[in-house]
């Protein structure tokens, strides 16, 4: 019979080994967090290279500059597009978008670009035990292939492919219809008062821009002569839901509201919020706070209301105690654009605010304001206060980079363009990718590798001539940049460097058809 001492001491042993193993157990948690942070992706719309403080602009954004404070500062990361809806594409599946036809612009009543089974960033986090939220503009079509049907479920969308939870502007802010899509169904849309949707001609008696000006409150300058909803005439027509309607002045609101109300019923497990805000993106209608916050009219208020956004989410983070748990991305989906189709006097009243910093072009160029824009990540503990890099990033390469920081793989012939750029997002490496191309309006392609950049030949116009003027880039000469000394695109060099040119030629080409 074992002694009463014996059995103290196995007594004493078990609690020991008890206690070593539940500090085992901590410690477990612990590297199993710094693998799986909760990311919030804070992905802003026609934000420029230099439209924020922290890039150099000139109207205070505080909250999106601590994030620079508190992180770390891209000086060279890119979108793979210089217009929406191809840059979201790629974000979310790690696919160039300009692989196959028709994933330009997409109309408000598209069908889903994204078809279920495609490897998403959403879905891949899921894998690995991630809660998944998209709040804000989708402008990734929905629907089968006759497209949404407004009325009643909608469907594949974002839940199809590997989102959780859905709040969505369907497209942009500027087509309709404006409501809100709540997971599979409109918000507050009633029974006796169906919505119809047409981007061919006009359907139902709501008057348009075009037939009643004098009922608007902001103009239209070019295109978004349609239907008129909340004084405000968009792309396409549109009737019916009236009590689904948006008011453009309380988007932001909501969309804080519905990240806050996600991050917070999360807070527990691993969670990954993608927050596409409508700012700063046309038409720029600052809730009635933020409306003369600035001296620079309605796009410098709705790049203050864009700030308040940030700063609502970062506080939240702060306050459940999840800053130290959280990685947090700023960027733009494309560069900035002045006349984007209303006149809300941006251009008159931009003084020395320079959207596109001291780069050329703005949205829809080939230019390098086109593609390159603010960056910023923020992991405490993990990543390093107040850094900047100088390492070519792509977001083609998120998908790629997140698989790989939180350790699953990704399904053969899947997210083709994506790499594994993890030490570059975290700040590790500062190098980067090697190259990258960009896409601007009408699919043309130009290629950046290290400090260069090439532009093939165009037939297009060097400006934009259906209304935002904007410098596109496009020549029928060959053109060559050195980025480095050369940032601002002014003196091609490609006669005096053949060699480099038709390397760089040859390097594109083989990606084109890769
Ligand atoms: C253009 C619109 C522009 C904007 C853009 C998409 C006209 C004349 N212009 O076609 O206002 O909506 O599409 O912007 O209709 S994006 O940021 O979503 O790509
Ligand atoms: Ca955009």
């Not at 001609?201 to 902001?218: A, H, Q, V």
């Not at 306050?319 to 959280?326: A, G, P, Q």
Request: aromatic content about 8%; hydrophobic content about 30%.
């Amino acid at each position: 019979h074992p002694t009463r001492i014996q059995v103290c001491t196995v007594f004493i042993l078990l609690l020991l080994s008890c206690k070593k193993s539940g500090q085992e157990e901590k410690t477990g948690t612990n590297t199993d967090q710094s693998r799986h942070p909760n990311i919030v992706l804070i992905y802003s719309d026609d934000l420029g290279y230099g439209d924020i403080s922290c890039y150099g602009g000139s109207i205070a954004t505080p909250h999106i500059d601590k994030l620079a404070d508190e992180g770390l500062k891209f000086t060279n990361a890119y979108t793979t597009a210089a217009t929406c809806t191809p840059s979201r594409y790629s974000l979310l599946t790690g696919e160039y978008a300009w692989r196959t036809r028709g994933r330009g612009v997409a109309p408000g009543d598209a069908s889903s670009l994204i078809k279920p089974g495609t490897e998403t960033l959403p879905g891949i986090l899921r894998k690995s035990g991630y809660k998944t939220a998209v709040v804000g503009k989708w402008h990734l079509g929905l629907g089968d292939e006759n497209g949404p049907d407004w009325n009643g479920k909608i469907s594949p969308g974002p839940l199809e492919i590997g989102f959780d939870y859905s709040f969505i502007i369907p497209a942009t802010g500027d087509r309709v219809p404006c409501v809100f899509v709540e997971n599979h169904h409109v918000v507050n849309l009633k029974a006796d008062d169906p919505i119809r949707v047409s981007y061919k001609e006009k359907t139902g008696d709501w008057p348009t821009g075009k037939e009643n000006p004098e009922l608007l409150t902001t103009k239209w300058s070019h295109g978004h002569d349609m239907t008129i909803v909340n004084g405000i005439s968009r792309i396409g027509y549109m009737t019916g839901g009236k009590a689904a309607l948006w008011r453009d002045e309380d988007i932001a609101d909501k969309l804080v509201e519905k990240s806050t109300a996600f991050i917070r019923k999360n807070k527990e497990k691993p969670f990954f919020l993608y927050l596409a805000t409508h700012d700063i993106h046309v038409p720029r209608i600052a809730h009635e706070r933020f409306q003369g916050k600035t001296d620079r009219g309605p796009r410098g208020d709705v790049i203050a209301q864009l700030d308040w956004a940030v700063g609502e989410i970062t506080r939240l983070l702060e306050e459940l105690d999840l800053e130290d748990n959280t990685l947090i991305i700023f960027s733009s989906d494309n560069g900035p654009v002045l006349d984007d189709g209303y006149r809300d006097r941006a251009r008159e009243l931009l003084g020395n605010h320079r959207p596109s910093g001291i780069l050329r072009g703005g949205k829809y160029s080939a230019l390098e304001a086109g593609t390159r824009v603010p960056m910023l990540v923020k992991w405490t503990g993990h990543i390093p206060p107040g850094a900047e890099s100088a390492a070519l990033f792509s977001q083609v390469d998120i998908l790629g980079s997140f698989a790989a920081g939180t350790g699953q793989s990704i399904t053969t012939g899947q997210a083709p363009d994506t790499q594994d750029q993890w030490e570059a997002l975290t700040g590790k490496d500062r190098q980067g990718r090697d190259g990258l191309v960009q896409e601007a309006i009408g699919s043309v392609l130009s290629y950046v590798k290290g400090d260069y950049k090439f532009i093939p030949p165009n037939p297009g116009n060097a400006r934009i001539t259906w209304g935002p003027d904007i410098e596109t880039g496009f020549s029928g000469e060959e053109q060559l940049y050195d980025l480095r000394n050369d940032p601002s695109e002014k003196k091609n060099i490609a006669l005096q460097n053949p060699g480099l040119l038709q390397k760089m030629k040859k390097e594109l080409d083989s990606i084109i058809h890769s």
